[in-house]
């Protein structure tokens, strides 16, 4: 496979993502990241390694893909959050942007959950795929339009373990 991003640029990313959402919030203020799984696992294991103790987390997982590549533009929840968004500033970690409507939906259900901030950060954008706009704070690397994996990204759950994100060959 083709290498995309190695792993030391991705690093030197993820660590100036870390440092840009911290000079963002005010320093009194805790930072609640909710990471959407399984894609944004590692993504977020580094995010808040580059950040400060003000930093709380939880989960969720949605799917939008089967096996395949291709977008069903369907989306299932398959776990929920364990803990309250009210009055928090809530940062949804998501590994990549394609048509956006996963984060679409993500970002409309956690806001109705009255989050006292709702932010978004995404490790990839592909931008040329987008179907229905939908804002991204964060972007960690802008990227045409192949399908990526590693780094928690799969193809049929392989790949995830990968310390890079490469172009799967098909
Ligand atoms: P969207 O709803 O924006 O089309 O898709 C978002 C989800 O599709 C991502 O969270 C990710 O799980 C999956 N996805 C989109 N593009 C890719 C890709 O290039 N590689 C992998 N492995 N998953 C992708």
Same mark, same amino acid.
């Given at each position: 496979m083709n290498i995309l991003l190695d792993a030391a640029t991705i690093q030197s990313r993820v660590k100036e993502l870390a440092q840009e959402i911290e000079r963002d919030y005010p320093a009194s203020e805790e930072i609640h990241l909710v990471c959407v799984l399984k894609g944004g696992f590692m993504f977020m294991s580094d995010l808040i390694r580059g950040m400060s103790t003000r930093v709380s987390m939880d989960f969720i997982a949605v799917s939008s893909? &089967?096996? &395949?590549?291709? @977008?069903?533009g369907e989306v299932r929840f398959q776990k929920d959050l364990d803990t309250s968004l009210e009055n928090r500033n809530v940062i949804v970690v998501e590994d990549i942007v394609d048509t956006g409507l996963t984060l679409k939906y993500l970002q409309e259900i956690l806001r109705s959950r009255a989050p006292k901030t709702l932010r978004t950060a995404c490790?990839? @954008?592909?931008? @040329?795929?987008?179907?229905v706009e939908v804002p991204v704070d964060y972007i960690g690397f802008t990227i045409e339009d192949r399908f990526v994996v590693g780094y928690g990204l799969d193809y049929a759950e392989k790949y995830?373990?990968?310390p890079h994100i490469a172009i799967l060959q098909e």
């Open positions: 893909y &089967g096996a &395949g590549t291709k @977008s069903s490790l990839l @954008s592909k931008p @040329s795929r987008r179907k995830r373990n990968l």
